[in-house]
């Protein structure tokens, strides 16, 4: 079975060697680089990989033109992020998987390190991740364009090794992030036609600390734990506080057709 990696790239020059070095177990390594103006690509190129350039549209689109751009020269496919890593042993769990027949994908676990700390608590463990998929039996949901979806002809199957990702160095990135998954998240909610109501800012967060900090055991991880519950509750109530701002636009275009 021919198994190519592909990582997609936007300015990783920081992880991207690193990265390639733990791919050296696939028959061929892309570097899929979305017009980075770092040195991404030349050190791809040093490291021994393959680097295609796309103009990016969204991760989901982004990953559908990798898979294209391999049909003739890989079987399977493992996409791999440039701040991922994968061990020795998810590597040979990864050989060994492709060989099983009827399975069109497989989803991988990741131990998350964020704010450098290892983070199992609070929904980060096990972040399954269906990235290792089968050529022509496999695709992206367009219209998930941020936490991509994959659509699998064929059954899924689990592995129980896991990425190394290295998520959220610090927590000025971890801003930065939550600013763009949350507005695109009021925006589909106000694609499925929902308003927030007054108490909607007040009871979403609240439900959304106890689910991280409660039920996904955010406890376990201590302070760091507590931390991240209550970023996450705050982006909650930002993404509702987005949603009800796109809702005063559109209702004040309408009232001056």
């Known amino acids: 079975m021919r198994l190519t990696a592909i990582i997609l790239t936007y300015n990783e020059q920081q992880h991207v060697t690193d990265c390639i070095e733990t791919l050296r177990f696939a028959n061929q390594i892309i570097v899929f680089d979305s017009g980075s103006r770092d040195r991404t690509a030349e050190l791809a190129t040093i490291a021994g990989a393959q ?28 996409f791999v992020d440039a701040d991922e890593r994968v061990p020795r042993a998810l590597a040979a769990e990864v050989r060994q998987s492709i060989s099983y027949p009827g399975y069109a994908g497989f989803r991988i676990p990741r131990d998350n390190y964020i704010f450098g700390k290892l983070t199992r608590g609070a929904g980060w463990y096990p972040d399954y991740q269906t990235r ?15 936490h991509e ?11 129980k090794n896991a990425f190394i990702h290295y998520n959220y160095r610090d927590p000025a990135q971890f801003r930065e992030k939550q600013r763009r998954y949350v507005a695109y998240d009021a925006r589909i909610l106000m694609e499925q036609g929902i308003r927030p109501k ?33 970023l996450m509750a705050w982006y909650e109530f930002r993404k509702y506080w987005i949603l009800r701002g796109l809702w005063q636009e559109q209702d004040f275009v309408e009232s001056e057709r």
């Open 51 to 78: 680097v295609i350039e796309h103009p990016f549209e969204n991760y989901a689109a982004q990953r559908n033109a990798a898979l294209e751009a391999v049909r003739d020269t890989a079987d399977w496919v493992l």
């Open 132 to 146: 290792l998929l089968k050529v022509g039996a496999a695709y992206f949901d367009p219209s998930r364009q941020v």
């Open 149 to 159: 979806v994959a659509i699998l002809d064929g059954k899924e199957g689990t592995l």
């Open 198 to 230: 007054r108490h909607t800012y007040l009871l979403q967060p609240l439900r959304h600390f106890w689910w991280r900090f409660v039920t996904l055991k955010g406890y376990t991880d201590g302070l760091h734990g507590l931390r991240l519950s209550l």
